[in-house]
């Protein structure tokens, strides 16, 4: 219970900013991982420096609300994770 309330918390405290994140010819995948969980809200555990994720302005704690313009808390983690997988050209984080 307490760890529902704290994510409620972050949620509602959080400053949103759009995570714009395009593959890089050079490097594999976006350079991120997600912390696994069972349900949302869904946690960027890892940032790797001189990544498409770092260039993007995602940060280690940020939570993600959206991808390409689908809902994240619609999403089990495994659906969360096919969408980053599909190594589409550009991913829209919020």
Not at 55 to 67: F, K, T
């Amino acid at each position: 219970m307490n760890t529902e309330l704290d994510n409620f918390n972050a949620l509602r405290n959080a400053k949103c900013r759009r995570c714009h994140l395009c593959l890089w010819s050079n490097y594999v995948g976006f350079g991120f991982t997600l912390a696994r969980a069972l349900g949302p809200p869904y946690i960027i555990e890892d940032v790797e420096s001189n990544s498409p994720a770092a260039a993007g302005g995602l940060r280690i704690r940020d939570i993600v609300r959206a991808v390409n313009d689908k809902n994240a808390f619609e999403l089990s983690f495994d659906e969360l994770k096919k969408y980053y997988s599909k190594r589409t050209r550009c991913t829209r984080s919020y």
